[in-house]
């Protein structure tokens, strides 16, 4: 009997297997990247994209650089085993932004799904999707030409760190690991026959076809954000403390003021670095974030501290003395120090790398018993000396100490 409805079936399989496509295959270091693209002359273009996901979000681009390119991101969704598509626009060296212009929808048909899948050890992100204006986006050779059969493309992946789960189109990405670049012809890939596009399927995506990577990924990474928390954090919970406890063990100003000033120093340069690294990412490219705001708050009263210090300094060299000055020095230190330390906290945090709290936190326990039990036992240590000095002379005056800072009593000599 006729079945006309067979026969569409058929034809249309043939149409989906037969269908112009174009594929690129990069062995990533954990598995392959895999992008393949069928296209329409109308326009429409439909990709299936799949990656490891253990990489925080994997990308493919239009173009040879990020300037002017057409950008699908993928990471993983807040739903177990989803995944998000973020289509992006980029201007450049800073993270692309979510663009609602680029007109894209995940499709689901047969034989191709959309979530992170389980091969035999590897968990694989898989996209599939069909876009309407591509060909009307991006700038520079990041316009796709559906006629160019040496169209260039850009991939790049995220670090294994950090996973996001979000169903937002906008979530923050971290700075790629590795990145590079690659050409498809889409002559091959583009069909004028509108019906017969659809997304690559199956033997379509086993190996690279109609496309070829020049050359292979350039390593990255994201060395500035590091750098940022090593310096900040070096000043905050080691330099400052330490120079806190020689003043107190060596009653030397002089060493005190230099090791502050080393702490400053290094503050300013990990705060350029901070203000460099607002610069690449959409969540603090504004500097309205808690962590930025009260980071940049903090230098300006640590210049205040390393001022009013030197101001008492002086001005008790004068007239032997204690002043106000001294007593704010003395608030104002710990203060600063202590409020450096919690922004090491919301750093971590702004980052999306507060994992790394734990740890930090464990660093700055041991550190602040340290410090709290040397200057204690000094402070304490003093007592006892000064104790036994006014039992033997009667005739005792010094009410404070050498530093003007009317924490110790001693008898030194002023510097
Ligand atoms: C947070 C997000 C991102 C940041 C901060 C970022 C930053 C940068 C920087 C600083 C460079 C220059 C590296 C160098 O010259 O050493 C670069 C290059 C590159 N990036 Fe990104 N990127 C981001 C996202 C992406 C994405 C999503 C893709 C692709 C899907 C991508 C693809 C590339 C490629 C192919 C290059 C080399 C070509 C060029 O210089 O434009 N990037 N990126
Ligand atoms: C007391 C001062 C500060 C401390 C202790 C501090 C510490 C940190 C730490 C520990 C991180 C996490 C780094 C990572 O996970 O790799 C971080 C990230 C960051 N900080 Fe700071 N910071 C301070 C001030 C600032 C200032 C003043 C700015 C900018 C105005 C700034 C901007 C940033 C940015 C943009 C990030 C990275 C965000 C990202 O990776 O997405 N920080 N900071
Ligand atoms: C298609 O791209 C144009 C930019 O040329 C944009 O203005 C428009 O909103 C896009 N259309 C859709 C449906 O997203
Ligand atoms: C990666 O792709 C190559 C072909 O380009 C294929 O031979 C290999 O089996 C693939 N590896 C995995 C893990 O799928």
Redesign the pocket.
């Known amino acids: 009997m006729y079945r006309p409805f067979d026969l569409l079936l058929a034809s249309a399989f043939a149409a989906v297997t037969n269908a112009a496509f174009s594929t690129f295959v990069y062995p990533a270091d954990k598995g392959n990247l895999t992008f393949a693209l069928s296209a329409a002359s109308t326009g429409d273009v439909y990709v299936h994209l799949s990656a490891p996901a253990a990489y925080q979000w994997v990308g493919v681009g239009t173009g040879s650089e990020m300037s002017g390119s057409v950008m699908w991101i993928v990471y993983a969704g807040s739903d177990k085993g989803g995944i998000t598509l973020s289509p992006r626009l980029s201007e450049g060296h800073v993270e692309p932004s979510f663009s609602d212009q680029i007109n894209c929808a995940l499709v689901n048909g047969e034989g191709y799904h959309n979530s992170i899948d389980r091969t035999v050890s590897t968990r694989y992100y898989s996209a599939n999707f069909h876009c309407t204006n591509v060909t009307t986006l991006g700038h520079g050779d990041g316009k796709l030409n559906l006629g160019n059969a040496k169209q260039p493309f850009l991939y790049a992946w995220g670090p294994t760190d ?1 996973a996001i789960s979000s169903a937002s189109n906008n979530a ?1 990405i ?2 790629h690991d590795s990145y590079g670049t690659f050409w498809m012809d889409m002559t091959k890939a583009t069909t004028s026959n509108s019906a017969v596009a659809a997304v690559p399927t199956g033997a379509a995506l086993l190996s690279t076809t109609n496309a070829g990577a020049d050359g292979k990924a350039e390593n990255d990474g ?1 060395k500035v ?2 750098a ?3 310096i ?2 070096a ?3 080691i330099i400052f403390p330490l120079g806190a406890v020689l003043l107190r063990f060596l009653e030397s100003v002089k060493i005190h003021g230099i090791v502050q000033a080393i702490g400053v120093f290094a ?1 300013i340069v ?2 350029g ?3 460099y ?2 610069t ?2 959409n ?2 490219k504004d ?1 309205s ?1 808690g ?6 708050i ?2 300006v009263l640590l210049l205040c501290q390393w001022a009013i210090g030197f101001y008492h300094h002086l001005r008790f060299r004068k007239y032997k003395k204690p002043t106000i000055y001294g007593r704010i020095h003395l608030f104002l230190g710990p203060a600063i120090v202590l ?10 945090n ?4 507060s994992h ?1 709290n734990v740890y ?1 936190g464990i660093a700055v326990a041991i550190i602040l018993v340290i410090v709290f039990t040397l200057l204690g036992w000094k402070k304490w240590s003093k007592r006892r000396q000064q104790k036994g000095t006014q039992m033997m002379d009667d005739n005792e005056e010094p009410e404070h100490d050498h530093l003007g800072l009317n924490l110790l009593r001693g008898s030194h000599n002023v510097l």
């Open positions: 950090g923050g971290k700075r994201d954000g590091p940022h928390a090593a900040m954090l000043a905050f919970a503050a990990g705060v670095m901070g203000v690294l607002s690449l990412y969540h603090s500097v974030s962590h930025q705001v009260f980071g940049l903090l230098l409020g450096g330390i919690i922004n090491g906290f919301t750093g971590f702004f980052s999306g790398d790394n930090y």
